[in-house]
């Protein structure tokens, strides 16, 4: 039996939960502003809900996912993103007829990847997925909810969008011919997984992460001549809702996404403050995939964001909760400090009390603990209705009524630890 975590998963414990639970609860908070419910979907799912869907040639299918057969012979895979699950849960639960759809999930996902600094096996995601609308003002809509949520968080300063258009059906056809074309003329200099790109998806190879891919695909054309006017007015409508919404951006020709079932916007918030794990919350429009998973076709547009990069991301780590310790002197006084333990913590009050010790002892410990007071109760102190409340920090000590120390402890303006 290891004693280790399994090799790209962690144990999430003090800080770090508390960085995690922040990026959570303030991107819930802002999502719900926009309007969207939280669906929580399963973590497994038949593996055909991500291999198709996905798209054969993305890097995800081809060697992130973690697939098993089951004991009833069943293949299923640990999800490795969050929109492909939603897509086959509104169709499974019937809701594409009650378009649209404003959703947000929050939890972890699974890739078998080289685990380093924001990158890990188990990671985890929230994301926000946009269903029914078919104008573009819903994609900048989508990407505002996106830059508030990393405003809120106070990260919005490191990070910058950048946003681009996959085209429709039509132009990304056209654009494929020009892309064969010039990666066929440096088709020896290619990566070997980008030579198999080129035969069965020349799209990806731009997405590349190979340093020798690198200058090809620096030199490789953009999609914007082979635009068509649907597509070309879409990016427009997409670059005036982003100037009407106030989200600064920039274009960036070379965004593709990693999964295949995007087309017209791709967008990406980037840092240069994790190294090569830069992208914190990216996504686009996904218009064919509700049909790939057996409804109706459907528009959607949506994004995913890494909470684990976005933890890395927050400066100040959200302080440890400092309790009230409650401190009986002696046995007799002990029944009596339970009822005012319980009556802080009906109040609002978070409180805890030691099992064990006198006096000193149980002080010692409330210290240990980062409480910030303790309410000390003997026999003389209950006689008269009051408890000795003495801060921490300072050391004053005050005698506080019991139907006051609720009160008194809310309102205690001692500062919280780090
Ligand atoms: P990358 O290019 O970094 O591999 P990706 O394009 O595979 O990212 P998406 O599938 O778009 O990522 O997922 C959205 C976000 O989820 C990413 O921008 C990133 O913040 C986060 N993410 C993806 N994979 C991991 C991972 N293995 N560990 C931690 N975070 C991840
Ligand atoms: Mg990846």
């Known amino acids: 039996m290891g ?64 697939t098993f057969t089951d004991r009833g012979g069943d293949s299923l895979t640990l999800r490795p993103e969050g929109t492909a699950g939603v897509c086959r849960a509104l169709v499974s639960n019937g809701l594409t007829q009650a378009l649209p759809q404003r959703v947000f999930y929050a939890g972890p996902m699974f890739r078998y990847e080289r685990p ?32 508030n949520i990393l405003a809120a968080l106070g990260v919005a300063g490191e990070v910058r969008l950048e946003v681009n258009t996959l085209g429709d059906a039509a132009s990304r056809e056209a654009y494929r011919g020009a892309l064969v074309a010039h990666f066929t003329a440096h088709r020896e ?135 009230v310790a409650v401190v009986p002197l002696g046995d007799t006084a002990e029944a009596a400090a339970i009822s005012v333990l319980q009556g802080l913590r009906a109040a609002g009050v978070r409180a805890e009390m030691a099992y064990r010790g006198n006096l000193k002892k149980r002080l010692e410990r409330a210290n240990k603990s980062t409480a910030r007071l303790a309410v000390i109760l003997g026999e003389a102190e209950l006689a008269r209705g009051i408890a000795q409340v003495k801060c921490l920090d300072t050391g004053t000590q005050t005698e506080v009524p019991l139907a006051a120390l609720a009160a008194f402890c809310r309102n205690d303006p001692t500062p919280r630890k780090a």
Request: glycine share 8%.
């Open 3 to 66: 004693v280790q975590p399994v090799r790209g998963t962690r144990d999430l414990i003090g800080e770090d939960q508390r960085r995690h639970a922040q990026v959570v609860a303030v991107a819930r908070r802002v999502a719900e502003l926009y309007g969207f419910a939280e669906w929580q979907t399963p973590i497994f799912e038949e593996t055909a809900v991500f291999a198709r869907s996905l798209g054969e040639t993305s890097d995800v299918v081809t060697k992130e996912m973690y």
């Open 116 to 147: 380093q600094k924001g990158r890990y096996r188990q990671f985890h995601q929230i994301g926000a997925e946009l269903i029914g609308p078919a104008e573009p003002l819903a994609d900048a809509e989508l990407i505002a909810c996106g830059q």
């Open 189 to 323: 200099a290619l990566s070997e997984d980008s030579r198999m790109r080129l035969a069965k998806n020349p799209l990806r190879i731009l997405d590349s992460k190979d340093e020798c891919d690198r200058e090809i695909v620096a030199a490789a054309p953009t999609i914007d001549p082979y635009l068509t006017s649907e597509a070309r007015e879409f990016w427009d409508g997409l670059r005036r809702g982003l100037v009407a919404f106030r989200v600064p951006f920039s274009e960036n020709p070379r965004i593709v996404r990693g999964l295949d079932y995007y087309s017209h916007t791709a967008f990406e918030f980037v840092t240069d403050a994790l190294g090569a794990q830069g992208t914190v919350l990216a996504g686009g429009r996904y218009d064919g995939l509700v049909a790939q998973m057996g409804g109706p076709p459907t528009q959607a547009v949506g994004f995913a964001a890494g909470i684990d990069r976005l933890a890395l991301l927050l400066t100040a780590a959200p302080p440890a909760p400092r309790p």
